[in-house]
């Protein structure tokens, strides 16, 4: 993905994992018949090599897993607002954020061994430090689904909390 303002992107490995780690929310993006549908979840990550692979649970039906099913191509944006810059005139209003989005495929968790792993990364990103246990009863009505991220960019307007 090529970037318009490429003075805000952001590169750094370290940086990037940072946004994720911070940020509370994905906005996964959705489409089908091109309707598009975007819905906030909570998530969990890892990267594998140098992919990203974002994490999700879900209700094993409603429309989100209806749309993904039709069509597992998805989108997603997270953010981490600091701040909003204010001035004398509206179009000069900015805000301080940091955010990563990006598009990829969904692939749906079949084997208790990789629910287990899904639900592991996303408490993991939410409670830090803490050990859960699942048990195989507890997927029984729960959908874990993964998207395997082919592009992402990073992005920031950070400059005045860098003065």
Same mark, same amino acid.
């Given at each position: ?43 969990? +990550? =890892? ?8 994490? /999700?649970?879900?209700?094993? %039906?409603? &429309?989100?897993?209806? #749309? ?28 301080? +954020? =940091? ?8 692939? /749906?968790?079949?084997?208790? %061994?990789? &629910?287990?792993?899904? #639900? ?44």
């Amino acid at each position: 993905m090529m970037m318009r303002r490429q003075d805000r992107e952001i590169t750094d490995f370290n940086r990037i994992n940072s946004i994720l780690e911070k940020s509370l929310v994905c906005r996964l993006a959705l489409c089908r018949d091109d309707v598009p549908y975007v819905v906030p979840m909570n998530y969990g +990550y =890892e990267f594998s090599g140098n992919k990203l692979i974002l994490y /999700f649970h879900s209700a094993d %039906e409603g &429309k989100k897993i209806d #749309l993904l099913n039709s069509n597992p191509k998805a989108a997603f944006e997270m953010d981490i607002i600091y701040e909003l810059i204010e001035a004398e005139i509206a179009c000069k209003y900015s805000m301080i +954020y =940091e955010s990563v989005m990006g598009v990829g495929d969904v692939v /749906f968790c079949k084997y208790s %061994e990789e &629910k287990r792993k899904a #639900l592991t990364l996303i408490m993991a990103h939410y409670v830090p430090g803490k050990t859960f246990h699942f048990a195989d009863e507890q997927f029984q009505n729960l959908c874990l689904f993964k998207l395997i991220v082919s592009s992402y960019t990073a992005k920031s307007n950070r400059t005045s909390l860098l003065t």
